[in-house]
């Protein structure tokens, strides 16, 4: 299973490239950020465009239009609605591929299942919906299914595992690490997940944080903040071996390129 390195723009070229899958965020516009990935999808990295719904936003189809004009990305989230009706979702996505989906032929369409907080049943339709759609070769597990969705901690395996059984061709991406717990990262990967992104290992390493240590969660939920992109400190100065430890710690290979 990849892991997609997400770091602030000025850890980028340290620790992004740690990974040949990227995972990048539409709602971002600084150049630096832009010329990066461009970069980095000229070398062939495999760049997964998300669709910028985020902390409950969802940007404007236009944004994500132009971004896979200039990103020129392998893979690409459709619209949804965070904690949303199934059918907003569906419905968005929906609209969003048959408007472009012949405009870029060479894209791969990803979506991701959402639902209301606690209705597994919406989900799980959200799902099936994508999975009859030929056009769909990609599915993201959003970070809420366990924590708004259902209270089974490893409701993102179980659900790999379903799509495994069910629909083998679809190819799986985990958004997010679930409160940053590694011990997720093994059971996605048997259960056929193919890739999974995550700012934890270096955002909370940037601030002093171990996702090892033993009160490491609890000490984020206290004093952890969203990624500041544009976060100017050099955090890998101070705590550099502490974000290659915890990038390792997600099964990330951080000493060839360092």
């Known amino acids: 299973m990849e892991f997609a390195v997400i770091s602030p723009t000025a850890g980028l070229e340290r620790y992004a490239k740690l990974s040949k899958t990227q995972v990048v965020l539409s709602q971002i516009n600084q150049q630096e950020y832009l010329d990066f990935y461009k970069k980095r999808r000229e070398a062939d990295d495999l760049i997964i465009l998300d669709n910028g719904a985020y902390e409950g936003m969802t940007l404007p189809i236009d944004n994500l239009k132009a971004c896979i004009e200039w990103y020129d990305p392998q893979v ?10 199934w ?3 569906w419905h968005a996505s929906i609209h969003f591929l048959d408007m472009y989906y012949d405009k870029f032929p060479d894209q791969q369409w990803l979506y991701v299942p959402q639902s209301t907080p606690g209705d597994l049943h919406g989900f799980i ?3 099936q919906e994508a999975a009859e759609d030929p056009r769909i070769t990609w599915l993201g597990i959003p970070r ?3 924590l708004h969705i259902t209270d089974n901690p490893l409701a993102r395996v179980e ?3 379903l799509v495994r059984s069910q629909h083998p061709r679809l190819r799986l991406h985990a958004f997010g690490m679930v409160n940053g717990d590694v011990h997720e990262l093994p059971y996605l990967a048997a259960a056929g997940v193919n890739s999974v992104d995550s700012s934890a290992p270096v955002w909370r390493g940037w601030n002093g944080v171990s996702l090892n240590g033993k009160f490491s969660h609890m000490e984020w ?4 903040t969203p990624v500041d992109f544009s976060h100017n400190v050099k955090g ?4 550099h071996e502490l974000i290659l430890a915890n990038l390792e710690a997600c099964g990330v290979d951080a000493n060839p390129r360092i």
């Not at 890998?236 to 705590?239: F, G, P, R």
């Open 125 to 127: 339709s959200s799902y």
């Open 87 to 89: 059918r907003k979702t």
């Open 236 to 239: 890998w100065e101070s705590n």
């Open 159 to 161: 659900f790999a595992q």
């Open 76 to 85: 690409v989230a459709l619209p949804d609605f965070y904690l949303q009706s």
């Open 144 to 146: 809420c299914l366990p």
């Open 221 to 224: 939920e206290e004093k952890g």
